[in-house]
C-alpha cells in the first residue's frame, strides 16, 4: 500500500528556513514525478514544486528562487528546502505526484509550516 509520510514543519520566523521531507512506500518511486503541494487555510491546494525522475525541477512564480526541491531515490524521499520564508508561505505542505503524473490515489497527513514574529 502507497504511504506518503511528510515531516520537518514548523514555526519559524519570517525570513528563516525550513526544510521538509517525505518519505514514499512505493517501490517504482524512482521513475516517479514528484511534488510538494500547499493548502492554506480557506485556500485550495496548489502545486509549488515538482521534480521529475531525471531530477529537472519547476516552481511556482510564488516560491521561485527561495524554495528547492530535490529527491533521494536510494531513499524513496523527495525534500523541499525553504528559504527566505514569507508570512504568505504559511500553509500544510503536502508531497505526492504532480496533476499530469501517476495517481497515487492517497495523500499524507501533511506538515505544517506556520511564518511568523
Known amino acids: 500500500q502507497v504511504q506518503l509520510v511528510e515531516s520537518g514543519g514548523g514555526l519559524v520566523q519570517p525570513g528563516g528556513s525550513l526544510r521538509l521531507s517525505c518519505a514514499a512506500s512505493i517501490s517504482f518511486f524512482k521513475i516517479l514525478a514528484m511534488g510538494w503541494y500547499r493548502q492554506a487555510p480557506g485556500k485550495q491546494r496548489e502545486l509549488v514544486a515538482s521534480?521529475?525522475?531525471?531530477?529537472?525541477?519547476s516552481y511556482a512564480d510564488s516560491v521561485k528562487g527561495r524554495f528547492t526541491i530535490s529527491r533521494d531515490n536510494a531513499k524513496n524521499t523527495v525534500y523541499l528546502q525553504m528559504d527566505s520564508l514569507k508570512p504568505e508561505d504559511t500553509a500544510v505542505y503536502y508531497c505526492?505526484?504532480?496533476?499530469?503524473?501517476?495517481?497515487?490515489?492517497?495523500w499524507g497527513q501533511g506538515t505544517l509550516v506556520t511564518v511568523s514574529s
Open positions: 521534480i521529475t525522475s531525471a531530477s529537472s525541477t
Open positions: 505526492n505526484t504532480p496533476p499530469n503524473g501517476r495517481n497515487l490515489g492517497v
